[in-house]
């Protein structure tokens, strides 16, 4: 019994600070026995978090403008709709989206919603209630300012989370930093269901389940890694992605891409480029065509900041996944360093590793490319200041929510370029 002394005492000390909050929120009625909070309770029954609670937004336009809002539902459909309104107003709108269900093998998913809402304000707060009718669950989130080369924006970076006890470190973490993020820039490997046997999808629906607490409140702009393949001939399952193709939605058709794998955004200051590691990139074929079409697009003036989002690193020295990146590498990286791409975050290999502005040169142990790398987990932050200055900082699941582990100052290479050879500015 007395190892559970301590936890006992922690719960009380939560039970005053709940009081405290309710105080200071409800109305309070004051006589000599003491407080009467006015608060009352909802009615209804408490409701378990069904295995298919998945709530996430995305962009939904080219702009920051649009919001794509997806839900699941268990039994039946439901409402198509979602309601939505600004912070502080009263008038309420509503948009309709559309429904699936998708079967893998042996398992079959719930209703699947997908529902856009389009000509948002900037940088305003938006609540939205979905599962009208049913349980309705209310989030809330902020559209980002309009789209101009000096508004500061601060992007999260994550990729392979899982759904492991590192993933759940690594997503606290994200959400404890004191820098903000306020977009999550996630590349690639979702829920890793495709590790267990028949790729068991309801390891998706965890996976929804447990990213809801941030993903139904900040946008995540999805690229797809290998663990969202997903293809099984053996049990039948010749669909590539088919899973996330039903699950996620991204926003691919306002930049006239022709698969949802691979298609930019723009956001704030920054102009962001998804590509896909594993959809066909070579000459003549679709993504290859759309990102030759869509890097001379890149107004930088408008979007000073060129990010590229891909999951097979390009540079790495560690032995997992040495080298998967290559090709992909010489096809693309003349185009990448001819118009100046500021930064490629990539993800894959479960470590961290940043290297330095240059090309390959293959030196073992740690190559002459490699900045600094260390197989720990965490997450990244880039926080763009303006137009010439962008800090980047790494965070280890093993520090406290503040340390950075590693960082550096980003130097626009279209509005502040510096030699990388001699760190002087040309
Ligand atoms: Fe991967």
Same mark, same amino acid.
């Given at each position: 019994m007395a190892a559970f002394q301590p936890h006992t005492k922690l719960s009380f000390i939560f039970c005053v600070f709940l009081v405290q909050s309710l105080i200071l929120k409800q109305g309070v009625s004051v006589n000599g026995g003491g407080i009467t909070s006015k608060f009352v309770r909802k009615v209804e029954k408490a409701i378990d978090m069904p295995l298919e609670s998945d709530v996430h937004i995305t962009q939904g336009d080219h702009e920051g403008r649009a919001v794509i809002v997806s839900w699941v539902t268990m039994e039946e459909p439901g409402s198509k709709k979602v309601i939505y309104w600004k912070v502080n107003s009263k008038e309420k709108k509503s948009a309709s989206g559309k429904v699936n269900k998708y079967k893998y093998y042996n398992y079959t998913s719930g209703y699947i919603h997908h529902c856009t809402i389009k000509h948002l304000e900037y940088d305003t707060k938006y609540y939205y209630q979905v599962g009208i009718g049913q349980s309705p669950r209310t989030f809330w989130f902020s559209t980002p300012p309009k789209v101009g080369p000096d508004v500061p924006y601060t992007f999260g970076l994550i990729g392979d989370l899982g759904q492991s006890y590192d993933s759940n470190a690594t997503l606290t973490h994200y959400e404890k930093n004191p820098t903000k993020g306020q977009t999550v820039l996630f590349v690639g490997d979702l829920s890793y269901a495709d590790n267990y046997p028949n790729h068991d999808n309801t390891r998706w629906d965890t996976w929804g389940r447990f990213v809801e607490r941030s993903t139904a409140y900040q946008p995540w702009i999805w690229t797809v890694g290998n663990h969202e393949i997903d293809f099984a001939p053996e049990i039948g399952e010749t669909r590539p992605f088919k899973p996330f193709k039903n699950r996620y939605r991204t926003p691919y058709k306002a930049s006239n891409s022709t698969a949802p794998f691979w298609y930019s955004i723009k956001r704030g200051p920054a102009y962001i480029i998804v590509l896909s590691s594993y959809s066909a990139y070579g000459k003549y074929t679709p993504q290859y065509k759309w990102l030759e079409d869509e890097l001379p697009k890149v107004d930088r003036t408008e979007t000073p900041w060129l990010i590229v989002l891909l999951h097979s690193p390009w540079y790495n020295s560690y032995n997992y996944h040495y080298m998967e990146g290559e090709t992909m590498r010489v096809m693309y990286e003349p185009w990448f360093v001819q118009y100046k791409v500021d930064v490629v975050f990539a993800g894959h290999v479960h470590a961290y590793e940043r290297s330095g502005p240059r090309l390959l040169v293959m030196t073992e142990p740690q190559p002459d490319y490699s900045a600094f790398r260390e197989a720990s987990f965490g997450h990244a932050i880039f926080d763009i200041k303006n137009r010439t200055h962008a800090y980047y900082s790494w965070h280890r699941n093993?520090?406290?929510? !503040?340390?950075? !582990?590693d960082s550096m100052w980003f130097f626009n290479r279209c509005w502040h370029p510096v030699d990388e050879s001699t760190g002087v500015d040309v």
């Open positions: 093993q520090d406290g929510y !503040a340390v950075n !582990a």
